[in-house]
C-alpha cells in the first residue's frame, strides 16, 4: 500500500511534444518544492510567471506557476503546478526537479484517488474523470461531464435518502413488537417501496444509455469471401479502412474501427472471409473470426442478395454464440436494381441494402440503434460503468424481496439493509480497497 501522506508528482499532460506542458505535484512538500524551483512560494490561487531553476540555480524555464494551498485544491492537499513549454525533455527535467527534492513518482490515477480519499468528490466521480477523458463521442463527452458535475451521484444518493428513510422506520417497527398497531399498513411501506423502485428505475435507464456511450457496441461483419463485408466496413466507417478487392480472401486477419452513429460508438471488426482453405494464414484469419464472435454483442451475417442462405451461412450460423444478436444483410441489391428494405422472417432480421451505393445503410444503423436500445437527445444520460449497473441490479433485487416480504418486517428489514450497501457502493461509501485499487489503477498517470 503506498502512503497517501506522501508528496507525489508527474507530469499531467499528454506524452509527447506540445507547446505547453504540466507537472504537478501534491502533498505537504508542494511548498517548499515551489520554494526551491520558482526562489518563492507564488501566493494561493495566483498564477505567476517565474523562472524555474535546476539544483545548480541553473535555467531550466520560464513559466506560470500555480499554487494551491489544503483543502482548496484538486486532491484536498496542497498542490503545485508548474506550466512550462511542451517539450517532452523539458518535462522530464521538472518532474526529474521535483523529485529531488522530496517527491516519488505518482502512481496511474493517485492524484484522483487523493481526492476521492479527501472527500473532494465521491467515487462515481472520480470514476468519471477518467470517463471524460476517454471518452470517444460528443454525447459520451457530454454524459462523462454530467457524471462528474455530481448528477449521477446526486440521483443515487436522492434515492438513497428515502431509503434510508424507510428502513429506519421497519427498523422502529421491529423495537415495538408487543404493539397491537399495524406499523406497516400505517406507515404506507408498500407505497414507499414501489415509489423508491419506479425512482430507481429512472435512473437505472439513465445510467443504462451512459454505459452505452461509454462501452459502445461491438459488431462482427461475417460472411463468405467478396461478399462485400469489407465495402459494408467501408459504409459504415464513411472511409476506406478496410481494403476491397475481387479476389477471393483479401482480408485476412480481423480489422477493427470505432465508428458513431448519432453519438453511440460503434467497435466494427472486419473478418476473414469463412471458407474451405488450405492457406496457413487465411486459416488463422478463419479462427480468429470465430473469436471476435465470442466477444461481440451483435453479428452482421452477409450473404449475396442474389444466391440467398445456403449450407455454408447455417454451418456458420450453428457455430455462433446463442447469446450474440444477429442481423442478415443480404448485400448486392444494386445488381437486381432492388429497393433497400427490412423485413422479419421467423423471428430473424434480414436487411436488403447495396454497400457499394449506399442503399440501405441507414436502415441498418437504424435497426442497430435499436438493438442497442440507445435513445439519441434522451435528457439527462450520465456516464455510469458495468459495476454501477451491477449495483443497481442488485438494488432493484432486495427492493422486490423487501415487497414480497412486506409481512415479515425482520426479513424485509434486512433486504433493505442489502439494497442501502449496493447502492452506497456506487458514491463509495461502502467500498473495498481492492476495487479502489483496479478503479484507479486504470487511469493516466498525472491524473
Known amino acids: 500500500m503506498l502512503d497517501n501522506n506522501d508528496t507525489i508528482a508527474a507530469i ?11 507537472v504537478r505535484v501534491s502533498g505537504a512538500l508542494s511548498q517548499s518544492i515551489a520554494v526551491e524551483i520558482l526562489g518563492a512560494c507564488p501566493a494561493p490561487r495566483h498564477a505567476a510567471y517565474l523562472p524555474f531553476y535546476d539544483a545548480k540555480q541553473q535555467l531550466i524555464d520560464r513559466g506560470i506557476a500555480i499554487y494551491y494551498q489544503n483543502p482548496h485544491s484538486y486532491t484536498g492537499d496542497d498542490v503545485l503546478e508548474l506550466q512550462a513549454h511542451g517539450g517532452t525533455s523539458l518535462m522530464q527535467l521538472l518532474l526529474a526537479r521535483c523529485i529531488e527534492l522530496g517527491a516519488r513518482q505518482a502512481k496511474p490515477g493517485e492524484f484522483t484517488k487523493r481526492a476521492y480519499l479527501n472527500d473532494k468528490i465521491d467515487l462515481a466521480q472520480a470514476e468519471a474523470v477518467a470517463d471524460v477523458i476517454n471518452a470517444t463521442t460528443l454525447e459520451a463527452a457530454k454524459s462523462a461531464v454530467r457524471s462528474l458535475s455530481g448528477e449521477f451521484s446526486n440521483s443515487i444518493n436522492a434515492v438513497l435518502a428515502k431509503l434510508i428513510n424507510l428502513r429506519m422506520y421497519v427498523e422502529a417497527c421491529l423495537d415495538f413488537p408487543e404493539e397491537e398497531i399495524d406499523f406497516i399498513t400505517q406507515g404506507n411501506v408498500a407505497e414507499k417501496l414501489a415509489s423508491i423502485a419506479l425512482e430507481l428505475k429512472s435512473v437505472f435507464a439513465k445510467a443504462k444509455q451512459g454505459s452505452l456511450l461509454r462501452e459502445g457496441m461491438h459488431i462482427v461483419l461475417v460472411g463468405q469471401p467478396n461478399v462485400g463485408k469489407s465495402s459494408l466496413m467501408n459504409q459504415l466507417s464513411g472511409e476506406e479502412v478496410a481494403i476491397v478487392t475481387p479476389v477471393a480472401g483479401t482480408t485476412r486477419d480481423s480489422i477493427k474501427t470505432l465508428i458513431q452513429i448519432n453519438g453511440l460508438p460503434l467497435h466494427i471488426i472486419d473478418t476473414a472471409g469463412l471458407r474451405d482453405t488450405k492457406d496457413e494464414v487465411e486459416k488463422i484469419g478463419i479462427a480468429r473470426t470465430y473469436q471476435a464472435l465470442e466477444n461481440a454483442q451483435v453479428a452482421l451475417l452477409l450473404v449475396d442478395a442474389a444466391k440467398g442462405i445456403g449450407e455454408t451461412e447455417k454451418i ?12 442478415w444483410v443480404h448485400n448486392k441489391i444494386d445488381a437486381s436494381n432492388d429497393s433497400p428494405k427490412m423485413v422479419e422472417i421467423s423471428d430473424e432480421t434480414h436487411i436488403y441494402l447495396s454497400a457499394k451505393t449506399g442503399a440501405g ?4 444503423k437504424q435497426h442497430l ?3 442497442a436500445g440507445y435513445q439519441q437527445n434522451a435528457e439527462g444520460i450520465f456516464m455510469a460503468r458495468a459495476r454501477h449497473l451491477t449495483a443497481l441490479e442488485y438494488v432493484e433485487k432486495h427492493l422486490s424481496n423487501a415487497t414480497l416480504q412486506i409481512n415479515a ?3 424485509a428489514a434486512e433486504e433493505l439493509k442489502l439494497a442501502q450497501e449496493a447502492l452506497s457502493s456506487i458514491t463509495g461509501e461502502f467500498t473495498p480497497d481492492d476495487l479502489l485499487g483496479e478503479i484507479f489503477s486504470k487511469f493516466c498517470i498525472g491524473k
Open 369 to 371: 440503434l435499436s438493438i
Open 409 to 411: 418486517a425482520e426479513l
Open 12 to 22: 499531467a499532460t499528454a506524452s509527447g511534444a506540445g507547446g505547453i506542458g504540466v
Open 361 to 364: 445503410i441507414d436502415l441498418l
Open 316 to 327: 456458420v450460423l450453428n457455430r455462433m454464440p446463442q447469446a450474440i444478436a444477429k442481423i
